[in-house]
């Protein structure tokens, strides 16, 4: 468990005294302990923390900053799931987590932003918090917060101002990939917010080029009609497994695809703003 | 030179028709070369069975190896990527496959 302080308002070096005294009579020796301050008061905090045996780790969430000081030799858990794919490192993530007591901390890298992108989402859906993200040399990664997750309360009202169009036939189907992008063309016009997940076969419009060879009469060549789509602001994901199983790689995904995992069709699905499609 | 195999390919042309068009339906105008060369290896391999005339039974044995290539290299992609669709272009695939078979045969045996 760790101790919370909010002390906003309260400026350096007074909020480094203030620390100072929490740290040097604490309820529980060896607790961590959080302070929620203003920007700019954690000035001289580094010296309170190694004066009391801390270590001092700084998070800014907009214009509030949380220092938190941890007993030295008591670290934030880390694990680095560079390498491995979905849903491996969902699965590695919520298994440490779930071990973790409320309001403790795991520090999640992987080389792949999408890889931190999904696991971000699985964290979140899970209950617990997303309190950093970041990138440290040739690694990103996130800070999760484990936290119970909350009951439901009376249900709010949501605008259902989005649309999630699951296409699960790709380039073996042209009549499916037309519907996909046609549909979200009218979406679009329709002022709602347009996602794509390509899952299965439906990987294979991810593929740079594969759309170019679909083309009915009556219509745009399709790789044409994706690309409108994509520059209207549509977002389109590629499930990570589906392209593994295909060879897909990172590399050979056309212009506006990004590759995403289970967790995150998860969380899109169960989001009541979206109104799922599925072609 | 065997005008039987001829006969058998003219079979597996007719049929390639009705299975090429579903094929040609899910997966639109990339498939217009292959269909074009199963129209017209129909119309000459009628010609050569109508004629028995050497040199159009080898025109026939040649357009009928080309349906075959043409399939693939049209569908290619979508067979490298497209696990699940596959039962709807299965059957057109194994028909053509055994045109170049009786092109050999017609014209060497």
């Known amino acids: 468990m760790a101790k919370t302080i909010r002390a906003i308002g309260i400026p350096a070096p007074n909020a480094g005294i203030l620390a100072g005294n929490v740290l040097k009579n604490p309820d529980n020796p060896g607790e ?33 900053i949380e220092a938190r000081m941890v007993p030295s030799g ?5 694990v680095d799931v560079s390498g491995d794919f979905c849903p491996g490192p969902v699965i590695t993530v919520g298994n440490i987590l779930a071990g973790l007591p ?74 499916r990939a037309y519907a996909t992008f046609i549909f979200s063309k009218v979406a679009q016009s329709m002022g709602r917010k347009v996602t794509i997940f390509l899952l ?12 170019a060879a679909v083309k009915h009469p009556a219509f ?17 994901y590629a499930c990570e497994l589906s392209a593994k199983f295909r060879g897909i790689e990172q590399a050979d995904l056309a212009d506006g695809v990004k590759l995403a995992g289970a967790a995150t069709y998860l969380q899109l699905l169960s989001d009541p703003a979206y109104a799922v499609v599925n072609f | 030179m065997d005008i039987t195999y001829q006969v058998i390919a003219l079979a ?23 269909f074009g060369a199963l129209i017209i290896a129909l119309a000459v391999t009628l010609a050569a069975i109508a004629t028995g005339t050497g040199a159009i039974v080898y025109v026939a044995a040649l357009l009928q190896v080309i349906v075959a290539l043409t399939a693939f290299t049209q569908m290619w992609e979508t067979l490298k990527y497209s696990f699940q669709t596959s039962p709807g272009y299965g059957p057109h695939l194994a028909l053509v496959m055994m045109l170049p078979v009786l092109a050999v045969a017609s014209v060497a045996l």
């Open chain 1, 32 to 64: 961590e302990v959080r302070f929620v301050l203003s920007t700019g008061a954690e000035e001289g905090l580094d010296a309170v923390a190694r004066k009391h045996g801390y270590t001092l780790e700084i998070t800014q969430t907009g214009a509030t």
């Open chain 1, 74 to 78: 008591k670290n934030m858990e880390e």
């Open chain 1, 102 to 175: 409320t309001g403790e901390r795991l520090k999640v890298k992987s080389t792949s932003a999408d890889t931190i992108a999904d696991v971000a989402a699985a964290v979140t859906s899970s209950g617990s918090k997303v309190v950093g993200e970041g990138v440290e040399g040739d690694r990103h990664y996130l800070i999760a917060e484990k936290a119970e997750r909350q009951a439901a309360g009376a249900a709010a009202a949501v605008d259902r101002d989005r649309v999630l169009i699951v296409q699960g036939n790709g380039i073996g189907n042209a009549e």
């Open chain 1, 200 to 211: 299965m076969d439906g990987v294979s419009l991810a593929k740079k080029g594969n759309a």
């Open chain 1, 220 to 236: 745009d060549r399709l790789d044409r009609l994706m690309a409108e789509v994509v520059a209207a602001g549509a977002t389109v």
């Open chain 2, 12 to 34: 597996i042309l007719v049929s390639s028709t009705v299975t090429g068009f579903i094929t040609f339906r899910m997966l639109g105008m990339k498939l217009a070369p292959h």
